[in-house]
């Protein structure tokens, strides 16, 4: 018998195999130059490493959370690099692969480990994974919160969720997302839902608030913060010009549904040929809502943010080939109407997770910057809630990330340029 025959040493092998990417991932980010915004994140840190309390209110977008967590874990040591802050999240990154294993093998444990690999290769995730970056330290975060609902250990998730916040405040829309999810077998599901006892008015009050007053006082603290600040971003310049409180725009939402086209495609056509395969009204469904998303895109599609018109990445770049019309422009809008239909039909996401898609949406329309990290969180999700695809399915998306990842790595690490 071949030594790694048995599925538990395949799987043993698997998470070495991941553990050695991740140290050489770690070690081949280290002592590379400062790549975009992590200037203003190590130059906050540095300050406070060096006894300065003084922050950066002109440039800093986030709370200082972050940036105060790396400082205690670098100050005792005497660190003082980038490629140390680096480090710290990297430590995050290797967390959240462990929070996306578990909450995967609640949910659906015979494919945990392949979605954990494809959680750490995501490519528009992987190279913020080992950057002085908030994204992926935020999101480790939120999963350690979603885990904790999921386990009905609501106050928890909300200390989670909190501090969450003081890492990205935006991560505020996911406290409202959880809130629901805990509720939501009370209000929808089982034996023990609202519909079928018939509580009266008081009492079906108190069953929801029971379980979702953690969350409702973690949202009171993000409102308490927003109107002591002023605004949401911390920054009340970059509040002006760059991150408004309030400037919905279709761009990000556009952008995530063409790279879950461009990123997930046998599950984007699994949900078509479920709609094909049905009813007249499902496929009309699915057909509807592609031919809204292209209507949508036609209409109030534009790069407008001053951060996308500086051509310093291959977002941007790519933005700007779309902006300039012909195929790029038709290509783009379609990628996204053809993953808005096949994410729109049932069989991707059942139950109360389908909830991740309207709540996605929401989160990355809040923004007018077209923005790539805003898509990890509606990607993992999902990663996380979807239903099992077929083994060869998965492995090859897993083939083609890893690919891809690895790529943007080189191009960040080695030349400055992130994806």
Request: aromatic letters at 14%; charged letters at 10%; a positive charge.
């Amino acid at each position: 018998m071949m030594r790694f025959a048995h599925w538990s040493r395949r799987e043993r092998l698997g998470w070495l195999a991941l553990a050695g990417i991740w140290a050489g991932t770690v070690v081949w980010a280290a002592g590379g130059e400062l790549v975009g915004d992590e200037w203003v994140h190590w130059s906050q840190i540095h300050r406070f490493l060096q006894g300065d309390t003084r922050i950066y209110s002109e440039y800093l977008t986030n709370v200082p959370g972050f940036h105060w967590l790396v400082t205690a874990l670098l100050a005792p040591w005497g660190i003082q690099s980038p490629g140390a802050a680096r480090g710290v999240t990297a430590l995050f990154t290797a967390a959240a692969v462990v929070l996306v294993y578990r909450i995967r093998r609640q949910l659906h444990p015979a494919d945990a480990q392949i979605t954990a690999a494809q959680f750490f290769f995501l490519p528009t995730m992987f190279v913020y994974g080992f950057l002085v970056y908030t994204d992926v330290p935020a999101l480790a975060l939120l999963l350690g919160a979603l885990l904790a609902t999921l386990r009905e250990h609501h106050r928890a998730a909300a200390a989670l969720l909190l501090a969450s916040m003081a890492v990205r405040q935006n991560q505020v829309l996911w406290v409202v997302f959880l809130a629901v999810l805990a509720a939501w077998p009370i209000l929808c599901d089982g034996a023990e839902s609202l519909r079928q006892r018939r509580l009266p008015t008081r009492a079906w009050l108190a069953a929801v608030l029971e379980r979702t007053w953690p969350y409702l006082a973690v949202f009171g603290v993000f409102c308490a913060y927003w109107a002591i600040n002023g605004s949401i971003a911390y920054s009340a310049a970059q509040s002006r010009y760059s991150h408004p409180d309030f400037h919905p725009d279709i761009g990000n939402l556009v952008f995530l549904l063409a790279t879950v086209a461009l990123l997930m495609p046998f599950h984007v056509a699994g949900g078509w040929r479920h709609a094909l395969e049905g009813p007249a009204s499902r496929w009309m469904q699915a057909a509807g809502l592609a031919v809204v998303v292209l209507a949508a895109y036609v209409l109030w599609f534009r790069v407008q943010h001053p951060s996308n018109l500086v051509l310093g990445n291959m977002r941007n770049q790519l933005l700007a080939t779309v902006a300039a019309g012909g195929w790029a422009w038709w290509g783009l809008g379609l990628l996204a109407a053809i993953a808005g239909g096949g994410l729109g039909c049932p069989p991707l996401v059942a139950g109360r997770y389908r909830l991740w898609l309207p709540f996605s949406l929401v989160f990355v329309g809040a923004s007018w910057l077209i923005e790539t990290r805003y898509t990890m969180i509606p990607l993992t999700l999902i990663l996380l809630f979807r239903r099992p695809q077929a083994v060869w399915q998965e492995r090859l998306t897993l083939a083609f990330w890893c690919l891809l990842a690895l790529g943007f790595g080189w191009l960040a690490f080695a030349h400055q340029r992130l994806p």
